[in-house]
């Protein structure tokens, strides 16, 4: 057989292999390149001095927006490629300017999405290689569309729920008029000297902020019943429809092709047959360049870390996988359920690995295993990320919640009771007036007027000790000093998710709600114990599932008042934050209900 053009293992590699080794390190080429063939990203290496494509790869996402490809092979340079996908020529010309600036190692982040054909957002992240191929700058070109069509979505619903507090009916104002007018009567109930003018005005105002309240859920009902959900989950695509470009690595759909038929002797050492050899040497060179960790289990028994602090290695379990690669303690159940999952169907997630936050994306793959890129995460208003969402149902739910602080008014019949309330009454209308502020600057631009703002931890307990005043429960708090732990994130959502998960247990019949916060590590963990009668074991897989599908059920809230949204907001709410994570159980003994949250502390 002729092994005249076969490539040393070495030569790869870089190091020296041995005959026993060798089998190996076959295995982590071919995984290098089964992954780099079969991802959902662009994957490509120009030379900045001409611009020409060297290499590409992968590209499942953009079969479809090359117009049938490019079967005379015209597209040979990185412009033209961009081109294609609808980026325009000022754009390419800046990308390639910044990519001839890079030092050699240093890696950059397109911050400002991409815009491409039909409306197509792209995020690209570069790296310029160094030793002997310094001209060369390696890219990966992601589709981020889908968190351009939930911003989109997100947007179109707070339209809907504006125009629905806006329209009057026929025998009141509109419901924005009727709290407006609720909100302006406050002052003259606060200056109120007489009993029986307070009583009568505090009367009138409780009964508009009932009217309120019961529009506010049945609105809630109907956009529920009417789009079950905005969280994105990835459709997954065929990895064998790839764009067709001239430089385009060949397809390799299956790691069981090749194995078993890969290695050649060369002067008595290992190597590779000639007709892979070259596409391995590049997929190898991409993947050791890379700025995003690549991991890849081709077959159910072996996952293989391709590059970052593990790379070369492969392990028998997932669990020995994420402690490789160096995903943080708090972090690990996250990510082990993340990667167990990704052969039944895609997923993208959010964890913290070696101290860096990171988005994970992942697919399964046509050999029977599944792949996964665990890609930096883009700045904050930056670009597209999963962070970066607004959940409309949960602001328009904690909205609704705010109005129980002004139900408070039913109560209130004396220039005393008027004293008592008047601090609570004056803090609930200016965070409705803020929530209302948000939900018009979601429906005018697609984000909130105040995008994000620094709260304590101990603002978050603050929220749970306020409801346990206000509906005469007894809320204790137990924390070890992590409560002055300050977040910049979206402003209220965690306040409101304290304040639904505490009035749920004590409208579901507890008597006292334990809140605590500790530190574990470098995670903040919290926990929401009642005392209630708990949950049958049906009910208990009923929330779980919800959890776990982000799907919105109508009978997961048992009161005439709920919505069954509440919950769902809440753990939408912490998906936001680093390794944020929601659960529920029973409490201790089968009494109660014990929800935890944890999360990433803040660098």
């Not at 916060?517 to 470098?522: I, K, M, T, W």
Request: proline share 4%; net charge negative.
């Amino acid at each position: 057989m002729n092994t005249s053009n076969a490539v040393k293992l070495e030569d790869i590699v870089g190091h020296p292999v041995s005959v026993e080794e060798s089998w190996d390190v076959a295995d982590y080429l071919l995984a290098c390149l089964t992954h780099v063939t079969n991802a959902r990203p662009l994957f490509g290496v120009f030379c900045t001095e001409t611009g020409r494509l060297i290499w590409t790869a992968g590209g499942a996402e953009f079969h479809g927006l090359l117009d049938g490809g490019d079967p005379d092979g015209a597209i040979t340079d990185f412009e033209p490629l961009m081109a294609a996908f609808g980026i325009a020529s000022g754009v390419s010309s800046l990308i390639v300017q910044d990519a001839s600036q890079l030092s050699p190692g240093a890696a950059m982040t397109i911050l400002k999405p991409l815009s491409g054909t039909d409306g197509k957002r792209f995020r690209m992240v570069l790296r310029r290689r160094d030793g002997g191929r310094q001209d060369q700058v390696q890219f990966s070109l992601f589709d981020v569309t889908a968190f351009q069509d939930v911003a989109r979505r997100t947007r179109t619903l707070a339209q809907a729920l504006v125009k629905g507090l806006d329209v009057p009916t026929s025998d009141h104002p509109s419901t924005r008029a009727l709290l407006d007018s609720v909100i302006e009567d406050l002052p003259r109930l606060f200056a109120g000297q007489g009993d029986s003018e307070i009583s009568r005005l505090s009367a009138d105002m409780s009964g508009r902020v009932t009217t309120v309240a019961e529009r506010m859920v049945a609105m809630l009902r109907t956009f529920e019943m009417g789009d079950a959900s905005d969280h994105w989950r990835p459709i997954d695509l065929n990895p064998s429809l790839r764009p067709i470009i001239s430089a385009h690595n060949a397809p390799i759909n299956d790691w069981h092709e090749l194995h078993g038929e890969v290695l050649r002797t060369v002067d008595g050492a290992p190597a590779l047959i000639p007709d892979i050899s070259e596409q391995v040497i590049h997929a190898h060179s991409f993947v050791t360049n890379a700025a995003s960790t690549m991991l890849i289990a081709p077959t159910e028994d072996r996952f293989f870390a391709l590059n970052g602090p593990a790379a070369e290695r492969h392990f028998t379990t997932v669990e020995d996988l994420v402690r490789a690669i160096g995903v943080e303690e708090n972090s690990t159940r996250t990510a082990v359920e993340f990667f167990s999952n990704l052969k039944n169907e895609p997923a993208l997630s959010l964890f913290a690995v070696g101290g860096e936050n990171v988005e994970a994306w992942g697919r399964p793959g046509l050999y029977g295993g599944w792949q996964a890129m665990l890609v930096p995460v883009p700045a904050h208003g930056a670009g597209q990320s999963m962070q970066d969402g607004v959940d409309v149902r949960g602001l328009f739910h904690g909205l609704k919640n705010l109005l129980l602080h002004l139900q408070v008014l039913y109560v209130v019949q004396t220039r005393a009771d008027v004293d008592q309330v008047q601090a609570g009454l004056s803090e609930a209308a200016r965070k409705i007036t803020e929530r209302l502020a948000d939900l018009d600057a979601i429906a005018q631009t697609g984000h909130r007027a105040r995008l994000h703002q620094a709260e304590t931890v101990a603002q978050w307990l603050a929220a749970a000790k306020r409801v346990g005043e206000e509906l005469k429960g007894e809320v204790e708090i137990q924390c070890d000093g992590i409560d002055r732990t300050v977040y910049t994130r979206a402003p209220s959502e965690m306040e409101d998710t304290m304040e639904e998960l505490t009035r749920n247990a004590f409208l579901n019949g507890a008597r006292k709600v334990s809140v605590s916060a500790v530190g574990r590590g470098d995670h903040l963990c919290m926990t929401v114990l009642d005392d209630g009668p708990g949950m049958s074991a049906a009910k208990l897989e009923q929330v779980r599932r919800v959890l776990k599908n982000r799907a919105y059920d109508p009978d997961l809230s048992t009161r005439a008042d709920g919505t069954g949204n509440g919950l769902l907001a809440a753990a939408n709410a912490v998906s936001r934050f680093v390794d944020g994570r929601l659960s529920v159980d029973v409490g201790p003994g089968g009494r109660g209900v014990e929800i935890g949250i944890s999360m990433k502390l803040p660098a």
